[in-house]
C-alpha cells in the first residue's frame, strides 16, 4: 500500500525536491504552501504522514501542529519539522505541539528517507 505524506513548506523549490525525493522512493505526496492550506486539504484527507516548514505565511508551522493535532482524525499521524530554524527552544516548542522529529534544512535526502522509513513504510 503506498503511503502518502503532506509536505508543507512555503518555498516551492523546497517542496519540489522534498516530493521528488519521497517519490522517488514510492511515497505519494500531497504539497501545501503554507499550514492554512495544509489544514484546509486535511479536512478532506488523512496523511500518513506530515513534514512542515516553521516559517511559513498564513499559518506557521507550530500552529499548523497545534491545530492538526486538534481534529481527532489526526492522532497517530506522524509530524516531522524540516526548517532552517535550529533553536532548542522551537524544538521543545515543536515536541510539545505534537511533532515527533526535527531536521535542518538544508537536508540531506538519504536522512529524509531514513526518517521516513521509521515512520511509515512505503
Known sequence: MTRT???VDDSPSVRQMISNTLKGAG???VTAEDGQAALDLTKTM???A???DQNMPR???LSFVRAFR???QNKGVPVVFCS???QASVKEEARAAGAIGWMVKPFDQQ??????SKLVSA
Open 46 to 48: 488523512r496523511p500518513d
Open 59 to 61: 499559518l506557521d508551522g
Open 5 to 7: 505524506v503532506l509536505v
Open 50 to 52: 506530515v513534514i512542515t
Open 84 to 86: 532552517t530554524e535550529s
Open 27 to 29: 511515497y505519494a505526496v
Open 70 to 72: 486538534a481534529a481527532p
Open 111 to 116: 536522512k529524509l528517507l531514513g526518517v521516513m
